[in-house]
């Protein structure tokens, strides 16, 4: 395969294309303090996707999307790269106009790379990955005395904006901040004629229509089902766009692309899996027939289909949904559903406050059982919930910390109670970010800021993730073999990073104490339970 050097260059750092040897949460390695872990982690545990001569064969979903708007847009096929970064100064000529990056956290500025980096203070190992890239592209132009205009965007673009300085001090011509699928031709044509501004804000939404299908294959088999979420929580970006749901037909040429590339499986992204085709926008029911649906459509193409997000509170309100799923998933002890979701806070109060849409059809008051409950519907269906916490949240006090603390104390009971060994999930707590509407607040700083109650919230949720490594990770590692030696290290690990936790907490003087559970318990109505026992016949 021979590519000439091309019009528009587009790629992103290395840390997002790697496969980390297929390990599920191993992608979070990027947010990981590069200044304090040995390098062989990183060269251990970096796998690159294929290209060929330097093109890549998969790419991130966000990235093929671009490459589908410039071809839909009127650019050329020969003209339009998506390069492999460590590949990718052989696609850049005279000809070049644009390299652009996609990027996701590339000043570790995200709230698990802050949360690891100890607010920022170490470098992140995407921020080196990224620098980097950045450095060698700028040397290709200065050797070459080459004119192309040098371009970031993607979620992690703001970042830049944010780091005015650092820009400028890496030669970035533009950064490009929101959504450019409906217009992404015009902005780079505006940029190559010198026409842009530095930092372009793009303040229009592309309607579905103008959302292209990608034309080449996603890593990870990647396929976005809704753009936007509608909950409106106010730290959080995606949610504040307006909803929009991609039609089944175009999930499907998605997943049947990948699929005819040899990818065996289909991960739905979504900001909220169970909020596709909802239709009840003020307490957000679920449309249970459109979600079932959706996954019923995914699987004609592939036997392996998982979501990205979803929301507790939704699984709550439907769990025949969430049953029905799981039957046509064909989820049981050998094949979880893993789904990322928001725990946040247990406090009613800073639920109701900057997430009033979060808990809904349910209410702040009863947002911990909501936790607890939902968890339960999950498990008793085989999904295992990764949950994240946020520290640092404006307005919050030990007392609320405290009471987090005890709720995952309250969960881990429970769930073993009712369910044994079926019982799973995960709580990572994460720095507080000021995004969305809190984009003026302070960034949280962990070292410097962490009270006795975040303290507390911090070590039972490792505590906890300790259990579960030492408890489910064996059965996770029997589908890898390349890690199976590991698992001792693993389980020793985690007891390190607990002890170092506790060390780390006496130095600032505070010692870890046991918790009293919090008043709540499993009450799933059994005829709620299957109230909706035909959906999975139904497709």
């Not at 959302?211 to 396929?223: C, D, E, N, Q, W």
């Not at 027939?289 to 309100?317: C, I, M, Q, S, W």
Request: hydrophobic content about 40%.
């Amino acid at each position: 395969m021979v590519i000439e050097m091309a019009r528009v260059v587009l790629t992103t750092d290395e840390t997002l294309t790697s496969t980390y040897h297929d390990v599920p949460l191993l992608d979070f390695l990027g947010c990981a303090p590069y200044d304090k872990l040995p390098r062989w982690v990183f060269r251990l545990m970096d796998t690159q996707l294929p290209d060929e001569d330097g093109v890549l064969t998969q790419a991130p979903y966000g990235l093929r999307k671009i490459e589908a708007a410039l071809l839909r847009d009127g650019f050329l096929r020969d003209e339009v790269i998506v390069a492999h970064p460590r590949k990718v100064e052989r696609f850049i000529g005279e000809d070049t106009t644009v390299v652009s990056l996609y990027e996701m956290d590339p000043l570790g500025l995200g709230p698990v790379s802050m949360m690891f980096t100890n607010g920022g203070q170490w470098r992140n190992y995407t921020s080196v990955k990224f620098r980097g890239l950045v450095e060698r592209i700028n040397r290709v132009r200065e050797r070459k005395g080459l004119k192309f205009k040098l371009v970031v965007g993607g979620p992690g673009a703001w970042q830049l904006d944010f780091r005015r300085e650092e820009c400028e001090r890496l030669n970035i011509d533009h950064v490009i901040i929101g959504e450019g699928d409906h217009i992404a031709g015009k902005l780079f044509r505006e940029i190559e004629s010198g026409s842009a501004d530095e930092t372009i804000v793009v303040k229009t939404w592309p309607r579905v229509e103008q959302i292209p299908t990608i034309v080449a294959p996603s890593y990870k088999g990647l396929v976005e089902v809704m753009r936007g979420c509608g909950r409106g929580c106010r730290f959080c970006e995606p949610n504040l766009r307006v909803a929009r749901f991609i039609p089944l037909q175009k999930i499907g040429e998605e997943i049947a692309l990948n699929v005819s590339a040899g990818i065996d499986h289909a991960w739905l992204h979504s900001e909220d899996i169970f909020l596709y085709k909802v239709e009840d926008r003020k307490n957000f029911y679920p449309n249970a027939d459109a979600v079932v649906e959706l996954f019923a459509t995914a699987r004609k193409y592939t036997r392996n289909v998982n979501p990205t997000h979803g929301t507790v509170a939704a699984a709550l309100a439907a769990p025949g949904m969430v049953e029905a799923i799981s039957e046509m998933v064909d989820a049981g002890p050998n094949h979880w559903i893993g789904i990322q979701a928001g725990f946040e806070t247990a406090a009613p109060e800073l639920i109701g406050k900057y997430m009033n849409n979060k808990m809904k059809p349910f209410s702040p008051e009863e947002w911990p059982w909501v936790l607890l409950n939902g968890t339960y519907v999950f498990n008793r269906n085989y999904w295992f919930p990764a949950y994240t916490t946020i520290l640092g949240l404006p307005g919050d006090t030990d007392e609320y910390e405290i009471e987090t603390a005890r709720l995952i104390v309250t969960m881990e009971r429970e769930l073993e109670e009712k369910l044994g060994n079926r019982a799973h999930f995960t709580v990572t707590p994460l720095a507080f970010v000021p995004m969305g509407l809190l984009r003026g607040e302070e960034f949280y700083r962990i070292e410097d800021m962490i009270t006795y109650g975040q303290f507390l919230h911090l070590y039972y949720a490792w505590k906890h993730l300790a259990k579960e490594v030492i408890r489910g990770l064996p059965h996770i590692l029997r589908g890898n073999p390349f890690l199976i030696p590991f698992y001792p290290l693993a389980r020793f690990g985690v007891r390190v990073v607990l002890r170092q936790i506790e060390k780390w907490g006496k130095r600032k003087g505070y010692e870890v104490r046991p918790l009293e559970p919090l008043d709540l318990h499993i009450e799933v109505e059994e005829h709620r339970w299957y109230s909706q026992p035909s959906l999975a016949e139904a497709y």
